[in-house]
């Protein structure tokens, strides 16, 4: 069992459940996530689905891969888990009026201990959660226990290291290699100091393969996640009001509901240095939001999201 502060370290404490975040990263920022062609015809059938196949959600959330995923096994039973007990309430509410006639279980549970039979599930499955545990590789082994033989076990998490955002906005802004070098390194600093703090690994996408085979997960693939973000005036394409929204949300939300000024620290930065970080992240949202206004923002960011998936044997 793990202890109350290895879970409290994390991010779990109602992070995810408060309104404002639950709304713009758990409903909105999921409408507009997955290309659905890529979803369908690439990844779900890499999942091995039959239609009565038992799926587990991993730190569910709102129920979003149980419910993405309930159409490819209509006679089969959708779990879903999450620390939160708000979102799993959500979770029900929201299953149960978009699929009536589906069975979904949503739980509260603990990712290092599932409450969850052994050898039950067909497929197991998670989406940005491993990023926010102090030891992903002990969420790895349970996600593995209660996968039945020849069963998948997928994670599907991000790698912030290779997000070209930075780059492309900072390049049409007019910054210089030196604003430029500054802001990686802070940021890198903020990432090691986020880590040092038990708070997760921004970075995990790159380390997921190696982790399944050092939980003694078979890995069948590895892929990338096929999204761009592009934003092309005048933004009338379906869900750019959604992208535009997130995209203009002013640093202090970050900074404040993140605790950014904490992670910089442990992460060797100074009060003087964050200071610079803050006041550069706001020069960079003003004259991002200026360019919306004026239609002259036109941007192509990626976002790394590495998918792998493996085989319990
Ligand atoms: C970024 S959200 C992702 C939610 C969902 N997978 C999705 O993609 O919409 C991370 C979720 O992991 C949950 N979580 C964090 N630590 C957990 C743990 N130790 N056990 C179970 N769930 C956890 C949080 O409550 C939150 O709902």
């Given at each position: ?129 491993l990023m926010h545990l102090e030891?992903p ?20 998490e991000p790698?912030y ?30 990432r090691?100091?986020k880590k040092?703090?038990?708070k997760g690994d921004d970075d995990i996408g790159?380390k ?106």
């Amino acid at each position: 069992m793990s202890s109350e502060s290895e879970i409290k370290k994390g991010f779990a404490e109602g992070f995810w459940s408060d309104e404002e975040i639950k709304e713009l990263f758990l409903e909105k920022q999921r409408e507009f996530m997955w290309n659905d062609d890529y979803w369908r015809n690439v990844l779900v059938p890499l999942f091995n689905l039959r239609y009565d196949s038992t799926v587990l959600d991993v730190g569910c959330g709102l129920g979003f891969l149980a419910r993405k995923l309930a159409e490819h096994h209509p006679k089969g039973k959708s779990i879903g888990v999450d620390l939160d007990p708000k979102l799993v309430e959500s979770a029900k509410k929201v299953a149960q009026k978009i699929f009536p006639n589906h069975a979904f279980d949503f739980r509260v549970g603990n990712a290092y201990e599932l409450p969850v039979e052994s050898e039950s599930v067909d497929l197991t499955i998670c989406q940005c959660v491993l990023m926010h545990l102090e030891e992903p590789l002990k969420a790895l082994h349970e996600m593995q226990r209660v996968t039945k033989k020849g069963g998948r076990v997928v994670a599907i998490e991000p790698d912030y290291g290779s997000v070209s955002f930075f780059d492309s906005a900072f390049e049409k802004m007019g910054y210089s290699v030196d604003d430029r070098a500054k802001f990686w390194r802070w940021e890198l600093q903020r990432r090691i100091g986020k880590k040092k703090l038990g708070k997760g690994d921004d970075d995990i996408g790159s380390k997921l393969a190696p982790l399944f085979f050092q939980s003694g997960l078979r890995v069948v693939d590895v892929r990338c996640f096929d999204r761009v973000f592009w934003l092309i005036p005048p933004y009338d394409r379906k869900g750019n009001d959604l992208e535009l929204e997130q995209l203009l949300l002013p640093p202090e939300f970050y900074f404040e509901k993140l605790d950014a000024r904490a992670e910089f620290l442990a992460g060797g930065g100074t009060e003087e240095e964050f200071k610079e970080y803050v006041s550069l992240m706001k020069k960079e949202h003003e004259i991002r939001q200026r360019q919306v206004k004026e239609k002259t923002y036109v941007a192509s960011l990626t976002q790394a999201l590495v998918i792998v998936i493996g085989e319990k044997i």
